[in-house]
Structures are given as C-alpha cells and as structure tokens.
C-alpha cells in the first residue's frame, strides 16, 4: 500500500511591508500627538519693562498663585505650609532646581510673603518672577 504525500501549506505572514506600516503609524502619532503644557491657575501676570528667558525648562518647578489666594504647584493645590516640604523634596532631587513664580496682579502681598519664606525654608533660593513684556 502506497501513501500519498500531503503537501503542507505555508502559513507565514509576509513581513516585507511590515516596516512601512510601522514608519507610518510613528509618523502618524507624531504629528498628532499634543505636547501638554502647564496650565496653573488663571493668573494675570504684571508687566515688566525688562524681562530675561529661564536658562532650562528642565530645571524649572512652577508655583501659581491666583487674586483668590489659591496656590499650585505642577497643576496641584497645596497650602502655603505645604510648599516647603514639597520644595526640599524636589530641590533634593534637582540641586540645580529654579523656582519660577508666576503670581496674578492683585493677589495678597502677604501671600507672597508667606511663599518667599517657605522657599528660604526649603533652601529653594534661585527664583524667578513671572512677568509680562510691557507693550508701549
């Protein structure tokens, strides 16, 4: 008795245009992909005749303070005792850290105040006032 031979069936995938569809979908998410800034608190900063550029974004921790009294930090409310644990801990991490501080115009001086010495606290010295350009 004579057995016929079976022919076995390919059932690989075709790979050759794999790496097309692969630049294509990475091309794709790129440019569709939206890049998230920093929202903070609706803050109207005061104008400033003389403005400078922070050197590094990498190096930058932003606090927001609304005319409502209201502080955040990275997107976060937090109370004014809170500020100087939270800066300690990132100074720690970031020696180089830079503390921007972006404040409406009508919001409390002692507020401020109260911010600048959680800050001396925190040793979080190197800071940086948020202004706008003044246009005459």
Not at 4 to 15: D, F, G, M, V
Not at 51 to 79: A, M, P, Q, R
Not at 108 to 129: F, G, P, Q, T, V
């Amino acid at each position: 008795m004579k057995f016929e031979k079976k022919t076995r069936l390919s059932s690989a995938i075709p790979t050759a245009s794999m790496p097309d569809i692969i630049f294509m979908l990475l091309i794709f998410f790129m440019v569709t992909t939206v890049l998230r800034e920093f929202s903070g608190l609706p803050v109207n900063l005061p104008k400033a005749v003389r403005i400078e550029k922070l050197k590094s974004k990498n190096h930058t921790s932003h606090i927001w303070v609304s005319k409502e009294g209201l502080v955040s930090i990275e997107d976060k409310l937090f109370n004014t005792e809170d500020i100087r644990h939270i800066m300690y801990e990132r100074r720690a991490a970031d020696p180089q850290l830079v503390v921007s501080l972006k404040a409406d115009e009508q919001s409390r001086m002692a507020l401020i105040s109260s911010i600048h010495n959680e800050l001396r606290k925190a040793d979080a010295l190197a800071l940086n006032y948020a202004t706008l350009m003044a246009v005459d």
